[in-house]
């Protein structure tokens, strides 16, 4: 069964610029979670969705959007970029209920913003 | 204050030693995860729990309900278990997770 898979694994952005970031949850999963981790805060969530609705969010700026498609992929974007969205961007999937299932990670997004 | 806290923030070890990593949680849960990332960024879920205790090869987690804490174990740890663990507490709706800080592990051959 494919995993997680998150695309582009590495960017490099300047201030101002936005970016699109994309996530294929496992087969069969219906919630993607995205989450930013830098050295300082850890992993912090920034949204969740569930058949292509936003079921919660995190507390970040509006800059941070996502969507997701009637696929279950999502993608997240960041406009406006700060020099402090320099981060790993994870998205995870899992079947987002009681059902449990685990949760998946993909590789990640190294974003870069210069 | 964090939803989730985890103890100790970094850990080395000499090959062989028991480890255990600790995490407590201030909110209602419906399952607790641990999480394991290596250098690079990628996470591996370990387990998940919501009762009781699992194992896996040398790993052990426990959590107790009541206590609102759990705990992960590494029996005769390896420089290969060196890695940062976290332990994610899932909401009881299921779609939120509230992490911890992590715990970096380093075992010394």
């Known amino acids: 069964k494919a995993g997680v898979t998150q695309t582009p694994r590495y960017l490099i952005k300047t201030r101002g610029q936005q970016v699109t970031l994309s996530c294929s949850p496992i087969?069969?999963?219906?919630?993607v979670s995205w989450y930013q981790q830098t050295p300082g805060q850890g992993l912090q969530f920034l949204f969740e969705?569930?058949?292509?609705?936003?079921?919660n969010k995190g507390n970040f700026p509006g800059r941070f959007s996502g969507r997701q498609f009637s696929n279950s992929r999502s993608e997240m974007n960041v406009s406006t970029l700060e020099l402090g969205d320099s981060a790993l961007y994870l998205c995870?999937?899992?079947?987002?209920?009681?059902?449990?299932?685990?949760?998946?990670f993909g590789e990640g997004s190294r974003l870069t913003v210069l | 204050k964090n939803e989730v806290e985890q103890s100790p923030q970094n850990l080395t070890a000499q090959e062989g030693e028991f480890i255990t990593i600790n995490c407590s949680y201030s909110?209602?849960?419906?399952?607790l995860h641990w999480l394991q990332q290596h250098p690079g960024g990628g996470i591996v879920s370990l387990f998940m729990?919501?009762?009781g205790k699992k194992k896996h090869g040398r790993l052990i987690a426990t959590i107790n309900i009541q206590e609102k804490h759990s705990s992960l174990h590494i029996t005769a740890s390896h420089p290969r278990d060196s890695a940062v663990y976290i332990c994610?507490?899932?909401?009881?709706?299921?779609?939120?997770?509230?992490f911890g800080t992590g715990t970096s592990l380093t075992v010394i051959p």
């Open positions: 729990l919501s009762s």
């Open positions: 087969s069969g999963h219906r919630s």
């Open positions: 994610a507490g899932a909401s009881n709706t299921g779609n939120q997770f509230y």
């Open positions: 909110v209602g849960i419906s399952a």
């Open positions: 969705y569930f058949s292509e609705t936003q079921r």
């Open positions: 995870a999937s899992s079947f987002g209920n009681r059902r449990g299932g685990g949760l998946f």
